[in-house]
Structures are given as structure tokens and as C-alpha cells.
């Protein structure tokens, strides 16, 4: 059984080890008391449908990714980084497809951007967890870490398999310590930061 899980913070170089754990560390879980509001996250409706002491089965709905509201102004940063971007390419590099390819690769990562997250389910018990029709177990990763997403927060879990890409869970703060109590022992828990790519794509909110 998963040992019982304070609601508390743990600052980033903080270490405690579960004893139901070869390795990794305690789960934390954030305190939200002075979580600013969402600044144009999507709001998921997320509820627990089940848990169970013993098999620890909870289920609950949330965005399939974290999305910010973008409004014109975003936009014309992105239409003027890639005229900038596509100038200087041009002049360094003195071709036009080059230059074309810039702008195009512009006009992708703003459609991209301005995608809106469907509302999926999610599950987690004993043996694994569920994204949507998706299944896995825990077998198929290593390890996990956590992240703080605005009015969510994620799990991000680490696969074995070297090229495999991060699967990632997306719940309410204010359920997260049903959600990770039934997470914790199942995996080792790392400390890790955002990564560069993540940090900007955070920082420009896209």
C-alpha cells in the first residue's frame, strides 16, 4: 500500500525516499494556496469517478495537452519573428527557397499553436494507467517526474525503450493528492527541471 502522501512543498534539491521504493523519490504534492489563476489555460472539468483503498482506481477527464489562449497580438510576434527570420536567412544565405521554407515553417507553428485540446479520460490503478483508448504499464517505464502546469499539474513517466517518447498525465491541482498517493510506489520519482524547449514553449505560451 502506498504510504500516505502530505500535502506540502518540496523545493527542487529536496531528496526523501519512500521506503516502499528501491530508488527515486517521494512523490510531492504542490500546495495550491497561492496558485494564481489560469492566465488562459483551458479549464478541464475533471472529477474522480472511483477509488478504492486496495486498488487504488481513480479516473477523471482532462485536456489531452495544456493550452494557452492566444490573441492577435501573439500572432504578430510570430508574423514578425518570421520576417525578420526569413530577411536575415536570405542575406546570409542568399536563396529564396531557404527563405520560403522559414516562412512556411511560421505559418505551421501558428496553426499548430492555435490547436485546442480535446477533453479525454484518464486512469490510473495498480497495474497501470489509461490516456484516452490508450493503455500502459508501469513495466514500460523507469522512472517519473512532475511538473507544474499553470492550474495543472503533470506526470510526466519515462520509458525504457531508449527512442520512446514521455507519456504524460494532466490533472487538477486540486485532486492531486488522490492522483499521486495512487501513484506513488509504483515507480522511482526524479527531481527534474524543464527542459530549454519546454521552458520557452512556456515562456511564449505556446
Not at 64 to 71: A, L, P, Q, R, T
Not at 154 to 180: C, G, H, T, W
Request: cysteine-free; hydrophobic content about 40%; proline content about 6%.
Amino acid at each position: 500500500m502506498a504510504n500516505e502522501i502530505p500535502t506540502v512543498v518540496v523545493p527542487p534539491d529536496s531528496k526523501a525516499k519512500s521506503p516502499n521504493k528501491p530508488s527515486g523519490d517521494q512523490v510531492p504534492v504542490t500546495d495550491n494556496k497561492d496558485q494564481e489563476e489560469s492566465g488562459g489555460f483551458v479549464k478541464s472539468d475533471l472529477s474522480i469517478s472511483d477509488q478504492t483503498d486496495k486498488g487504488e482506481t481513480i479516473s477523471w477527464t482532462a485536456p489531452e495537452f495544456i493550452s494557452y489562449e492566444k490573441n492577435s497580438i501573439w500572432y504578430i510576434y510570430v508574423a514578425v519573428f518570421a520576417v525578420v527570420l526569413s530577411v536575415v536567412v536570405y542575406v546570409l544565405m542568399k536563396d529564396v527557397i531557404t527563405m520560403a521554407v522559414v516562412i512556411v515553417l511560421s505559418v505551421v507553428f501558428a496553426v499548430y499553436g492555435s490547436r485546442k485540446p480535446r477533453q479525454i479520460p484518464y486512469k490510473v490503478d495498480s497495474s497501470g494507467f489509461s490516456i484516452g483508448e490508450k493503455s500502459y504499464s508501469y513495466e514500460e517505464f523507469r522512472m517519473f517526474n512532475i511538473q507544474e502546469e499553470g492550474q495543472y499539474i503533470s506526470v510526466n513517466f519515462m520509458p525504457l525503450k531508449r527512442f520512446a517518447i514521455n507519456v504524460s498525465l494532466y490533472f487538477s491541482v486540486n485532486d492531486q493528492e488522490k492522483i499521486l498517493s495512487a501513484l506513488d510506489g509504483k515507480l522511482p520519482y526524479e527531481h527534474q527541471s524543464p527542459s530549454l524547449i519546454d521552458d520557452l514553449m512556456r515562456r511564449i505560451k505556446f
